[in-house]
């Protein structure tokens, strides 16, 4: 389908490593505030959204952070340990590109894929681990 420059922008933010759950991801908001702030009332239409991974690499992180808390129990305070383990595991599940990361990673171009498909304009924000699910030169994109 061909991109209808009539329909309204679409920014889809990719959020890069992070605590908590998909829940807790909402950046899009404070890009759709930015672009607000900076289009100085100009009429561009627009939405913004987020590309939530959270969820998909905190569930293949509980194998491993029972271990490794294990580990770390005596030497470190309890929330530290947790908030550690989660940024540390995202970035290892990313390094790793086993099926998480795939499954993140296909994700995401289904996702742009059906913007595409529904002829909106698209711009991408990616952000740390976010850049590299969004420019992997290893994704599915590169057919």
Do not use: C
Not at 42 to 68: G, K
Not at 101 to 130: C, M, T
Request: charged letters at 25%; proline letters at 3%.
């Amino acid at each position: 389908m061909a991109v209808d420059p009539t329909k309204p922008k679409r920014v889809l933010v990719v959020h890069g490593v992070q605590s908590g759950t998909d829940a807790d991801q909402n950046q899009h908001q404070l890009i759709e505030a930015l672009i607000k702030t900076r289009l100085n009332n100009a009429p561009l239409r627009f939405d913004t959204e987020m590309y939530r991974y959270e969820n998909i690499n905190d569930q293949a992180q509980r194998s491993l952070r029972r271990v490794i808390k294990l580990f770390f129990e005596n030497i470190v305070a309890e929330k530290a340990v947790d908030l550690t383990l989660d940024i540390v595991l995202d970035v290892l599940i990313a390094l790793k590109s086993d099926s998480t990361a795939q499954k993140i990673r296909q994700g995401l171009v289904d996702r742009l894929l059906q913007i595409h498909e529904e002829g909106n304009p698209l711009y991408l924000v990616a952000h740390s681990l976010g850049t590299i699910y969004a420019f992997d030169g290893t994704g599915p994109w590169r057919r």
